[in-house]
């Protein structure tokens, strides 16, 4: 391998050979953004209030803490609200609701 192949092996992707580039990997995770909160709020729309330890742990499947930022995307937003009883009751708003119809193809 020459260094000119090697340099471009480096730059692309493990799994996928694709080139590694900062655009795609911003648009996968913006991807992968859009794909949580609609299924947060799809979630809580179907399935009402959910304890918010237990909903935390739903959508953090492998434990990479990026609900977190979701989560708090959405207080600020005003998407969903957070009880402030022990369990600390996750429920959507109408503002969530809203968005959900609007992102829904």
Do not use: C, W
């Not at 493990?14 to 990997?25: A, E, S, V």
């Amino acid at each position: 391998m020459t260094k000119l192949e090697s340099v471009d092996f480096q730059r692309r992707d493990i799994r996928t050979g694709k080139p590694n580039d900062r655009q795609n990997l911003e648009e996968e995770l913006t991807k992968r953004h859009n794909k949580f909160e609609r299924e947060a709020l799809v979630y809580l729309k179907e399935h009402g209030p959910q304890p918010y330890d237990g909903f935390y742990v739903l959508f953090d499947r492998h434990r990479t803490a990026e609900i977190k930022s979701i989560l708090h995307e959405f207080r600020q937003g005003k998407l969903i609200e957070i009880g402030k009883d022990s369990h600390q009751m996750v429920s959507i708003t109408a503002s969530g609701l809203k968005r959900l119809e609007e992102r829904t193809p």
